[in-house]
């Protein structure tokens, strides 16, 4: 037509739209890109590190249990809140255990901050339902970790062994391995002031006393630090009150004891019976000391003390024993130093 020997084209058809995108040089129609459900083709997923992560969804659900745990505690439901914090920990359970289960070595420590802090939010519901014990071991694990790691760092002897290995090391800075030290101060102070606050409530005071100490070794908050301060007033008053209920029950007693004759008395009196026996009761009693282990033996008692309870010594002696008895009569020690000289004359 005329508009085609003039090189006017109209709207190109379907095909000869096919031909022009066939053509060389001709810009091609870009493809849609495919869609999978395959975690393979993207690649390996990195946590916010940059470290290789792998959690299948555990930590985000037990964040979840978490955040729902602190709502029940917000409105007082404190054994529900105890449920949610459980949930929580479980899942990090198998976060812990299962090989499948990649995390990067910054990422756990994420991880182990939040399993001390669920922990502690555990040790503050049981707080509020005054069960010290179960708070109390509750903010131990918040500092230890599990049952596990408390048994192995806590007992002093593998300690020793730890901190010579971190020496040996030439470093001497703390392990990791120790949970405590990879928490951030402020949730070391408020576990450590739980414990003290437990322990005090168990009426332990000494036990009491120095994990207060340990908290406020850690602590930066001055408003934390204020109630630290009137806790140690109350620590005060408790050791006070522990005094005074020993001293009543104990009221008399040593006077007692000195009345009956005390120990002092008991060793006086040994003393004197010792020094009331013959030669041959002396010689007597040694021998049958040498025979056992001294624990059942006894010293006759004073010829005063038989004469008091009535009884005889040996029956009448002749002027000959009597006269035998007194020249054996003598110390133990006067009779072998003349026994001595009589063999060397």
């Known amino acids: 037509s005329l508009e085609r020997s003039r ?11 096919a031909s022009l995108a066939g053509a060389p040089g001709a810009p091609r129609p870009r493809r849609p890109p495919m869609e999978t459900d395959s975690d393979e083709d993207a690649g390996p997923r990195t946590d916010e590190y940059g470290d290789r992560f792998e959690d299948y969804g555990f930590l985000a659900r037990a964040e979840e249990h978490r955040k729902a745990g602190n709502a029940d505690f917000q409105k007082q439901r404190y054994e529900r809140a105890l449920r949610e914090y459980d949930s929580a920990l479980d899942k990090l359970l198998t976060v812990a255990y299962d090989k499948s289960i990649i995390i990067g070595e910054r990422k756990w420590d994420d991880v182990v901050r939040l399993r001390s802090t669920i922990h502690l939010n555990k040790s503050t519901c049981l707080f509020k339902l005054k069960q010290w014990q179960q708070s109390a071991e509750e903010a131990r694990s918040c500092l230890y970790g599990n ?9 002093p002897q593998i300690r020793a062994k730890v901190r010579e290995a971190e020496l040996a090391g030439g470093g001497g800075a703390p392990s990791a391995t120790y949970v405590e030290q990879r928490l951030p101060r402020s949730l070391r102070a408020k576990a450590w002031f739980r414990l003290s606050r437990c322990y005090a409530n168990l009426l332990y005071v000494d036990r009491a006393r120095e994990a207060l100490s340990k908290a406020l070794a850690t602590c930066d908050d001055k408003d934390l630090r204020a109630e630290m301060s009137q806790h140690a007033d109350r620590l005060k008053e408790i050791g006070k009150r522990q005094s005074q209920k020993q001293r009543q029950h104990f009221r008399g007693f040593f006077d007692k004891l000195q009345d009956s004759g005390g120990y002092v008395d008991l060793a006086a009196e040994k003393r004197a019976r010792w020094e009331s026996m013959d030669y041959e009761a002396r010689l007597r009693f040694v021998e049958e000391l040498d025979d056992s282990d001294g624990e059942d033996m006894h010293l006759p008692a ?11 010594a040996d029956g009448v002696l002749s002027a000959v024993e009597r006269e035998r008895a007194r020249l054996l009569n003598l110390s133990f020690e006067e009779y072998l130093e003349r026994a001595a000289q009589g063999e060397e004359a």
Not at 7 to 17: A, F, I, N
Request: hydrophobic residues 30%; negative net charge; charged residues 25%.
């Open 7 to 17: 090189g006017l084209k109209g709207p190109p058809t379907r095909l000869e739209g």
């Open 147 to 155: 049952v596990h790691e408390e048994l192995m760092y806590t007992d």
């Open 302 to 312: 004073t010829p005063a003390a038989t004469q008091a309870a009535g009884g005889k």
